[in-house]
């Protein structure tokens, strides 16, 4: 566990878990490239995010907001970079070779809202004070993490077709995820900068949203009843993390805030079990 959250594997491990679930939950069925292409970059782009955070403090000198993860990738920066070139020249060979135009279109939208993330967040000048406050940093990370594993199935979604859940209920539960992705870097901020914390009150009210969805969509919607049901389970379980924060250590809370996230694991292994 210690080691897949200092090499950045937590993050491609969830957005490809998140990626499936939202497919199972639409009835869409995803080429194996697809979660390929997911993790690859996903991991490539965490790389990058914690080295250039590692670069920006010790220029600055200020290693206030360094972590291990930082630290760790600082130190193995030659090896990393190489992983992390790697992956990005394989995602690139895979949206050039496999994705079809169209969807590259769409997805394009996406590939420049992660750059302008990465030139405000890690460039030297300062954005404005109340641009900052509305787009934090959690709030962008959980708005793009969430929508590079939404994407893909909603650009399947042919008009027309019967899918196993509207577009428009997929949306909603989206966007639930979103604010869980949210909640998980709001609260790791939270406990690694020992400010003052309402993540268990966030937590329990972003599970008593899931369910009250869920149990709305029961008769209607089981599939998409059965993802709210597990990101309302990784609510509570943050919520949790939240009174023990005191009694793991860093390394181990930030991990585990991260495996909490892997409830949707739950309904995949279920599908395979039941085909």
Same mark, same amino acid.
């Given at each position: 566990l210690r080691l897949w959250h200092?090499? %950045?594997?937590?993050?491609?491990?969830? !957005?490809?878990?998140?990626?499936? *679930?939202? *497919?199972?939950?639409?009835?869409?069925?995803?080429?194996?490239? @697809?979660?390929l292409l997911i993790a690859l970059a996903t991991w490539a782009v965490y790389i990058g995010d914690r080295l250039l955070d590692a670069r920006g403090a010790l220029r600055s000198g200020? #290693?206030?907001?360094?972590?291990?993860?930082?630290?760790?990738?600082?130190?193995?920066?030659? @090896?990393?970079? *190489?992983?992390?070139?790697t992956a990005a020249s394989?995602?690139?060979? #895979?949206?050039?070779?496999?994705?079809?135009?169209?969807?590259?279109?769409r997805d394009s939208a996406l590939v420049v809202a992660a750059l302008a993330y990465f030139s405000g967040v890690h460039s030297g000048s300062r954005s404005p004070a109340w641009l900052r406050n509305?787009? %934090?940093?959690?709030?962008? @990370?959980?708005?793009?993490?969430? *929508?590079?594993?939404?994407?893909?199935?909603?650009?399947r979604m042919r008009p027309g077709a019967p899918p196993t859940a509207p577009p428009g209920l997929l949306l909603v539960t989206v966007i639930f995820f979103a604010s869980? !992705?949210?909640?998980?870097?709001?609260?790791?901020?939270?406990?690694?900068?020992?400010?003052? %914390?309402?993540?268990? %009150?966030? !937590?329990?009210?972003?599970?008593? @949203?899931?369910?009250?969805l869920a149990s709305v969509l029961a008769l209607v919607q089981p599939h998409l009843t059965a993802m709210l049901v597990a990101g309302a389970a990784s609510a509570l379980l943050l919520a949790l993390l939240d009174r023990l924060r005191n009694r793991l250590t860093p390394l181990a809370l930030r991990a585990s805030a991260d495996l909490a996230l892997l409830t949707p694991l739950l309904l995949i292994s279920f599908a395979v079990h039941v085909r």
């Open positions: 200092l090499t %950045s594997l937590d993050a491609p491990t969830v !957005a490809v878990t998140w990626s499936f *679930a939202f *497919a199972w939950a639409a009835g869409v069925h995803l080429p194996a490239w @697809v979660p200020d #290693l206030s907001d360094l972590r291990k993860r930082h630290f760790f990738h600082w130190r193995n920066r030659r @090896v990393l970079i *190489a992983f992390a070139a394989v995602a690139a060979a #895979l949206i050039v070779q496999r994705m079809p135009v169209t969807m590259r279109e509305l787009l %934090s940093k959690e709030f962008l @990370v959980g708005f793009l993490f969430t *929508a590079g594993c939404a994407l893909p199935t909603l650009s869980l !992705a949210w909640l998980n870097c709001h609260a790791i901020q939270r406990w690694e900068s020992s400010g003052a %914390s309402r993540v268990f %009150s966030f !937590a329990c009210v972003l599970a008593f @949203v899931g369910i009250l």
